[in-house]
């Protein structure tokens, strides 16, 4: 939808000032924690060919790839990396398959069922065809747009509260179920309004796989990227952004955003709910939970890859990585697969480099938790198996 | 004339024809191929769902359920309610401007018409998001609730994102249509039939009422019609302020979904299967769209028979 363009866009005027003006101060803070004699890192912003790459899908990615993308242009010369789409998990990796881009983004690894679904006819696409490479570490908010209620005490919900707003089994924002986690706030008698992703979203997945693990009695259905059937009176939202815009214009709303669109978007500040993890202590999201929800579950892989509902009196439940898919054999020119092996290198990890800074330090100025160093060893390694036109590897040091 | 350049001319003609004649052929086979795509891309949902895709309630992509009646529904009611505003005040200001407004307001009307006409539907739609969505959620949908005591179909809470606040955008959107359609075609009622029945005694009221509209009825349903069609085609700004719920609105108060909407943002990211389904939605709207044609059409006729034009 256009409009979501239009206020991305926006989004990431402000993303890539606030970026510019923060290089100036972070690499000194970068410095500190640099890995020295990474002769990768070192390599990814230099690129002997010029070559032009895009990339498209999750939202939840949006705000680190339009900073990202603009601050690895500055540092690498011949490299142009044109805006990345945000048109959903879904739809990233149904353009990853029909090669419509150079890597789609999704929360979600992409399956072999997902392939089955979304290929071409008379395609026989396997899964192994492609890598997955973790590039950012974000959490779901659950926002909400009360009048009267103060933003220093938010609401305390509970999974199983929220699987029976989104089920429709609870109805209005002071019934005894939220009114009895929230004994000293002053509810409304009014109806909830439910907002979700009216596109297919690795969003929803995260949000219904943390209400799958921790409220299985209430959500009986396995957790989906699909569309959700909303109680009567509903809103669906086009992309995180919408999400975001629904909650903001529609009294007595409440909904589920990537944890950078609350930042970036103030007035949804106003209202972000607590939520019981599995140690039982209530938390509003923030860096630290995310990052402690990941370090609880430190290893994953491409099919083990949820850290939502991890223990912890500190994990924020409800986390998780997103995902640049890539074809492990390059489909198209080995300058054009340098370079996209090149910039998901960089994007993917942290530290100085020349005195500038990587991707992941970006991603903690846009309400990212930087990857874990055993995470970002991953994306290397898997980044380290993508081969060009004569089977050899892409990411080297020589510059391609 | 010499019979050279007889010849010629019969030449020429002959080029002149094949050129029309290709023309329309052309249109006629661009319609055609875009009508029998359509129809076989939905195949696989008709051969699924059978024609519950028309009257099943349930629209979900998680579980293949794939009927379109409340999304049918919402389509239908956004375009009645901006019909039920549009054609009286869109005739009324098209009445105005030809025979009641002075020559300069005339004309500033005229062209904040033509103005409002090519504002892109985005535009329209954003307006409606972040102007009247607060609006209605605060004034207008709380008034109307307290006007009728809450009853059907004004019960249930304000929510401003709503079947009320599309029908209201697409109200704005196909206004001008109806205005410079109409304007026009009551411009072009003979000044004479109009004057002569000045002459003879009747009012300016009488006139317009007895002579101006019936002259102009054919133009005035022909805009009608089409304002019909694009408030039932309309997609991005219909999607804006809707709320995307592919549910019966028990109210007008709230959320629904319409057919053009829906095929907009489920598109990119379906399963074959629901790319067929979507493709039925298309052919729904054609057909809608189609009907629509036929009674403005019928109507037409039918007045010109009763006028004694044909």
């Given at each position: 939808?256009r409009?979501h363009r ?20 972070v690499?000194?803070?970068?410095g500190?924690r640099?890995t020295t ?7 990814d912003?230099?690129?002997?060919k ?6 498209a899908?999750?939202?939840f990615?949006?705000?680190?790839q ?12 011949n ?7 945000a048109v959903?998990?879904g ?9 419509v881009?150079d ?6 690894p992409?399956s ?11 395609y ?8 997955e490479?973790p ?18 005490t938010?609401l305390?919900l ?9 089920e429709?089994h609870i ?9 009895a986690l929230?004994?000293k ?13 009216a596109d ?6 995260i ?25 009567t ?10 999400v ?9 709303a409440?909904g589920?955003v ?9 007035s ?36 083990n ?26 489909q ?8 996209l092996?090149k910039?998901?290198?960089w994007?993917?990890?942290s530290?100085?480099?020349?005195g500038?800074?990587?991707g992941?330090?970006?991603?903690a100025l846009?309400?990212?938790?930087p ?30 | ?8 001319s ?6 002149h ?5 290709g ?14 795509s ?17 009257y099943?309630?349930v ?7 794939f ?9 239908l009611?956004?375009t ?8 009286p005040i ?7 401007i ?26 329209y ?21 307290g ?7 004004f ?13 209201g ?5 196909i206004?001008p249509m ?8 009551i411009?072009?009622?003979p ?12 009012t300016?009221?009488?006139v ?32 804006m302020?809707?709320?995307?719920n592919?549910?019966?609105?028990p ?5 629904a ?7 907009a ?7 074959p ?8 939605l ?20 039918g007045?010109?028979?009763?006028a004694?034009?044909?």
């Open positions: 939808m409009i239009t206020v991305r866009l926006a989004v990431t005027a402000a993303a890539v000032a606030v970026t510019a003006l923060s290089m100036v101060a690499p000194a803070l970068a500190t640099a004699g990474d002769r990768y890192l070192a390599a912003t230099v690129l002997n010029a070559a032009t790459i895009g990339g899908g999750s939202t990615a949006a705000p680190l339009n900073a990202a993308q603009a601050a690895f242009m500055a540092r690498a010369q490299a142009t990396i044109n805006g990345y789409q959903g998990s739809t990233g990796e149904s353009d990853i398959l029909k090669k881009v890597w789609g983004g999704t929360d979600v992409m072999q069922t997902d392939i089955y679904q979304k290929e071409p006819s008379g026989n696409i396997r899964a192994s065809a492609f890598l490479v590039i950012a570490l974000g959490g779901v908010a659950i926002t909400y747009n009360l009048a009267g209620l103060s933003a220093k938010p305390i509970t999974a199983s509260v929220l699987a029976n707003i989104y429709g109805t209005n924002w002071n019934s005894a179920a939220i009114q929230n004994p706030v002053k509810l409304p008698a009014t109806k909830i309004v439910v907002a979700a992703r297919s979203s690795g969003t929803t997945y949000f219904t796989n943390f209400l799958r693990s921790a409220a299985p009695k209430v959500w009986a259905t396995q957790p989906s990227k699909a569309v959700l059937t909303l109680p009176g509903g809103v669906a939202g086009s992309g995180n952004a919408g975001a815009a629904d909650i903001e214009n529609t009294p007595n409440i589920y990537e944890y950078s669109y609350v930042l970036l978007n103030p949804l500040l106003k209202g972000v709910a607590a939520i019981v993890n599995k140690a039982g202590k209530a938390l509003t999201p923030s860096l630290a939970g995310i990052a402690a929800a990941a370090a609880a579950k430190a290893d994953i892989t491409t099919s890859f949820s850290i939502d509902w991890q223990p912890g009196a500190t994990a924020y439940p409800i986390a998780g990585y997103t995902w640049a898919i890539v074809w492990k054999v390059n198209t020119s080995d300058a054009q697969g340098t370079l092996v910039y998901l290198d994007l993917s990890h530290g100085a480099v020349n500038t800074t990587a992941q330090d970006v991603a846009q309400g990212y938790v990857l874990p160093a055993n995470i970002q060893a991953l994306a290397r390694a898997t980044l380290l198996k993508v081969t060009g036109s004569r089977g050899q590897v892409l990411l080297g040091t020589n510059g391609g | 004339m010499t019979e050279k350049s007889k010849d010629f019969v030449k020429s003609d002959w080029a024809w094949s050129v029309l004649y023309a329309s052929g052309l249109f006629a086979l661009i319609c055609a191929v875009f009508l029998i359509i129809i076989v891309s939905s195949i696989p949902a008709w051969s699924h769902s059978g024609a519950s895709i028309i099943g309630r629209w979900s992509q998680s579980t293949n359920s009927g379109a009646l409340a999304i049918i529904t919402g389509t009611a956004t009645a309610i901006a019909l039920f505003f549009a054609i869109g005739v009324g200001s098209a009445i105005a030809v025979h009641l407004l002075p020559g300069r307001l005339k004309i500033l009307l005229s062209s904040l018409v033509e103005l409002l006409a090519a504002v892109p539907s985005v535009v739609g954003l307006w409606g998001l972040l102007v009247l969505a607060p609006w209605f959620e605060k004034t207008v949908e709380p008034g109307l609730a006007i009728t005591g809450g009853r059907f179909p019960q249930a809470p304000p929510e401003g994102v709503s079947l009320l606040l599309a029908g955008v697409l109200f704005v959107m206004l109806i205005v410079a359609l109409s304007r026009d075609a411009a072009v009622v000044n004479e039939q109009f004057e002569g029945a000045l002459s003879v005694g009747a300016k009221w009488q317009i009422r007895k002579v101006v509209l019936p002259g102009a009825r054919t133009g005035i349903v022909g805009a009608v019609t089409l304002a019909t069609a694009r408030a039932l085609g309309e997609t991005v700004a219909v999607a302020v809707i709320g995307l592919p549910l019966f609105p109210s007008l108060f709230s959320t979904s319409t057919l053009a909407s829906t095929i943002l489920q598109f990119q990211d379906a399963t299967l629901q790319v067929a389904a979507l493709g039925a298309a052919l729904i709207l054609m057909a809608m769209t189609a009907i629509v044609n036929w009674f403005g059409r019928r109507f037409v006729r007045s010109a028979f009763r004694g034009v044909i």
